[in-house]
């Protein structure tokens, strides 16, 4: 007889195990369906965003930091570094030792939350009197039933068409985080996240770094100011980013990967290098998912198809993360993967998608909430622009670091935060005071009135709020 279960989980990325621990917190008995292997072949919790995502990316990013500070500004503090050098193979060693801390912490959570882990892939088999079926295909085949199902199977990385990735010369997310040596020349399709973070990584580790981007804008969802300030610092450093391209040809061979593309002036040039990284966006993952055998309905794009609630089109089944409509971001599929196991009890579980953070973890790093002063004009509302350079910060210059800003725009009416945007140091901290500003509709005015710790880098912040109402005090 298979094992009954309230809830399974497919899934266990951000979105799958957050849900599976609240869901046994509200006194379901749940179990939790995953196949990512370690190197060993054991289980390897945390989805793409442990394994191949957010937390190795910021683990190369810090060591690369760190060598970049030793290189080129640790002068100024007047320390005297002789002899330096990078070891590529033990700083990758370091970024798995991080990512298998989360692994093995996530094991951990299930065991003290009694949730049931089942190592393998799982998919559908059918509905049942019970719930729906599901097989879990592994060292071993066994089937469970579920009341309640959340799918959690996250994304994949797209290739480009006739271009699919072998990790060793045309890399995806995966390969870029399994490089082992600094290689002279590296290219990047794709100027968003992945590709300023991992062309970052490598150019401070003195890589000749190249990206390619099809827009004619560099991070276009991103606030025009923000971004043409976070470009004049990717520009100094040395990055060299190439806007508005048409990528052709690419070809493989012994020596590396070479790129055929036109300009945006319309001229033909050719990109070669070491290794080629294609970060052009993800698809849903529904791989082996078996919709077919429960009818489980997708959309064009092929993500599942889900109402407000993260309802699917089926009774007791549920879907939640990338596999779903909203922002691929790992905050956000936790944050519907609570939300849906409270729904599940009885409860009103809450997501505000007007109120998900957006960081990119470069230097300067990048982040925001809310709408862009492009977006508000496009809608036609009313506002107020407050600005603080970082330059007039003295815990910025006390880092060192003075580059960039924060923005703040306003209601011109009311008053309310519509937005704010932040290029600089510690933007990735910073935004959480913004959130929980336009979390509770504060104005301009409450972030202006409430007393921040000096020397601060979140007095930018303020005197972004003061400078809404043109009335900033240092500067």
């Known amino acids: 007889m298979s094992k009954q279960f309230d809830v399974i989980v497919i899934g266990g990325g951000p979105g799958g195990y957050i849900a599976a621990i609240r869901a046994a917190q509200l006194g379901q008995n749940v179990a939790c369906v995953d196949e990512w292997k370690n190197s060993q072949g054991g289980p390897a919790l945390g989805g793409t965003c ?12 810090q060591s690369s930091e760190h060598y970049e500070q030793a290189s080129h500004h640790f ?28 692994n093995d912490g996530i094991q951990y959570l299930f065991k003290k939350n009694k949730v049931s882990f089942f190592h393998g892939r799982g998919s559908f088999v059918k509905a049942s009197a019970d719930g729906y079926e599901i097989k ?19 994304s994949n990385a797209r290739a480009l068409p006739g271009t699919p990735f072998d990790e060793e010369l045309i890399l995806s997310n995966d390969g870029a985080l399994r490089i082992n040596a600094a290689p002279k020349k590296l290219g990047l399709i794709g100027a968003g996240v992945i590709g300023l973070e991992m ?64 300009s945006a002036k319309g001229e033909t040039k050719t990109l070669e290098v070491d290794k080629l990284i294609v970060s052009i966006g993800r698809s849903p993952n529904t791989i082996g998912l ?11 794009r092929g993500a599942i198809v889900v109402d407000a609630d993260c309802k699917t089109n089926l009774p007791g089944v549920w879907a939640v993360g990338d596999v779903v409509r909203g922002p691929m971001l790992a905050h956000k599929a936790e944050e519907e993967g609570v939300a849906v196991a409270e729904r599940i009890a009885g409860q009103h579980g809450h997501v505000n998608f007007q109120t998900i953070p957006w960081v990119i973890y470069t230097s300067p790093e990048i982040a925001w909430v809310g709408r862009t002063e492009q977006q508000l004009k496009a809608d036609g509302v009313a506002y107020k622009a407050g600005t603080f350079p970082f330059l007039a910060n003295g815990r ?27 290029v600089g140091p510690m933007a990735s901290e910073l935004i959480a005071e913004c959130v ?28 972004a709020a003061l400078a809404v109402d043109k009335r900033t005090l240092n500067f």
């Open 290 to 300: 078996n919709v077919e055998a429960v009818g489980l309905k997708l959309d064009e």
């Open 136 to 154: 879990v295909t592994g060292a071993t085949e066994e089937t469970i039933v579920g009341r309640h199902i959340i799918v959690a199977t996250g």
């Open 436 to 463: 929980m500003a336009m979390e509770f509709r504060a104005s301009s005015e409450d972030i202006a009135r409430i007393c921040h710790a000096h020397p601060s880098l979140s007095e930018s912040t303020k005197e």
């Open 396 to 422: 910025a210059r006390a880092l060192g670091d003075t580059t960039g800003m924060v923005k703040m725009l306003a209601d011109a009416k009311t008053d309310e935060i519509l937005g704010v945007h932040i």
């Open 50 to 61: 442990t394994n191949v995502g957010c937390i190795p990316s910021k683990a190369l990013l």
């Open 199 to 262: 062309g970052s990584v490598w150019r401070r580790l003195g890589t000749d770094v190249t990206i390619l981007e099809g827009l004619p804008t560099l991070l276009g969802v991103v606030d025009e100011q923000i971004a043409k300030e976070a470009k004049k610092a990717f520009d100094k450093q040395g990055l060299k980013i190439e806007l508005g391209v048409n990528v052709g040809e690419i070809k493989t061979s012994k020596k590396g990967v070479t790129v055929a593309y036109t």
């Open 75 to 102: 002068a100024d503090h007047g320390i005297t570094v002789k002899g330096l050098s990078m070891d590529v193979a033990k700083m990758v060693a370091r970024k798995d030792t991080v990512v298998k801390q989360n």
